[in-house]
């Protein structure tokens, strides 16, 4: 029964998000997720490919991934493949392409970010870039947050 009034309280805060608004939930929370408005903070680990940034509305984190496939600016894709074919996961270092996802909280699509020179340089840079642009850029942030629950 609880459970049962909290998702009802949930979709009740969904409902009232506005139209440049996305509302992520789990069993226990609900943010509203807004392109709009720039982060506060970001973090990232390297070696981990792991992202975060911080609103004023929550903290929202992901991951990220160096694959050889390129795609166009802050665009979703259904499905991302490494260049042995087979389904990203994250952490692939096997191109100099970037891709990030949100994993909370709720997971998106694969978004692209940029091309580095190098692979090395994708390894090292994408984390950061994820994590950087989803809390400066609304595009970007429009691209990830528009790419939940498809």
């Not at 909290?6 to 009232?16: G, K, P, R, V």
């Not at 490919?49 to 160096?66: D, L, M």
Request: net charge negative; with cysteine; charged share 15%.
């Amino acid at each position: 029964m609880k459970k049962l009034i909290i998702s009802s309280l949930i979709a009740m805060f969904c409902a009232s998000a506005g139209a440049t608004t996305m509302c992520a939930t789990d069993d226990t929370l609900a943010i509203v997720l807004d392109p709009v408005i720039n982060g506060t903070a970001n973090s990232f680990n390297t070696d981990l490919f792991e992202w975060s940034a911080t609103f004023s509305y929550g903290t929202v984190w992901g991951i990220a991934t160096c694959v050889d496939t390129s795609g166009a600016p802050n665009t979703a894709v259904e499905e991302l493949r490494d260049s042995n074919g087979e389904i990203a996961t994250g952490g692939e270092r096997t191109g100099r392409y970037c891709w990030c996802q949100l994993s909370h909280p709720a997971k998106s699509r694969w978004v692209f970010r940029n091309v580095n020179s190098s692979v090395a340089d994708c390894v090292f840079n994408c984390a950061s870039n994820c994590g950087a642009n989803v809390r400066d850029n609304s595009a970007f942030r429009a691209g990830l947050f528009g790419s939940l629950g498809n």
